[in-house]
């Protein structure tokens, strides 16, 4: 259920209805926006606010009940978009930010020259994984706690925040430097993974799980937020349908769909969404155009020798010339770069 308060509503008649509402039990989630306050109330039932004339209270305006099984990260709980700052870099809102780098982190050389790259392009932030999901437990599963370490050494030497994957809780502690944990397509709905990163005070990459609904993955998100960590970054990274040409099916509708349904920001992964790297820009313009609020893109430096995703992979040169594309179409449609 939401509250919207009268624009004149007093502080001592909010204070007061907060605690009417919470001495019942409910928890009461605030957006302070720059028209008017909302309070969503989540909890028990709420019919006995209806019952107890809620509406009728000093300072409210509306009652408005949430149909929708996500709450916390519904845009009717919180209409204005939301803005995620990560040491200097923004997401969302007008911003349009680029994160890119290789699948795999593979070796200090490798990670470094990668990441130099995509900085002189333009990127915002560095992806590698250290932690890698594979579907063949015989492929590479990534360097690990090494490949953490050469994140460090990268971000020391470009200044570039660091994305990474974060396949199992019990590794957390390994991330404490690492400044957004991607959780991946495979984990959505890893329950226990989502509930430990909704703990943390980090931004968190929630990619859509490839055979998840936007209500699936919303509800992953909400299992975030619900326990106090709002820094949710939602991707489409494409699912799985019939087709076998490309490795998904990148989901363009579901850009502007999310981001009419939540407040969160929403990025695209033009690389995993198609498994090929022609088509990588193509997808990478489309969500631009689409409404998306950045892009994830994998970058190698020899995609023939890459250990992982190599078929998907931009070489940097390419990539450069994606970044200039970007910077000339984003100002069009009302986006930074
Ligand atoms: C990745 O980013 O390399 C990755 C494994 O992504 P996804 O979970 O979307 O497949
Ligand atoms: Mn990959």
Redesign the pocket.
Known sequence: MILVLRKDATSEQIKKLKEKITGLGFKIHESTGEERTILGIIGGNVNILQELGIETYPGVEKVIRVLKPYKLVSRDFHPENTVIEINGVRVGGNNFTVIAGP??VESEEQIIEVAKAVKKAGAHML?G?AF??RTSPYSFRGLEKEGIRLLLTAKKETGLPIVT?LMDPRDIDLFEEMDVI?I???NMQNYRLLTEVGKLNKPVIL?RG?AATIEEWLLAAEYIASEGNNKIIL?E?GVRTFETATRNTMDISAIPLVKELSHLPVIA?PS?GTGRWDLVEPMALASLSAGADGL?I?VHNNPFEAL??GPQSLKPKKFGKLMEKIKQLAPLLGKEI
Do not use: L, M, V
């Open positions: 699948c795999s992806r994984g890698k999901p994957e991607q991946g397509t495979r990619k490839y991707c990274r992964d995993h994830i994998e992982s995703d």
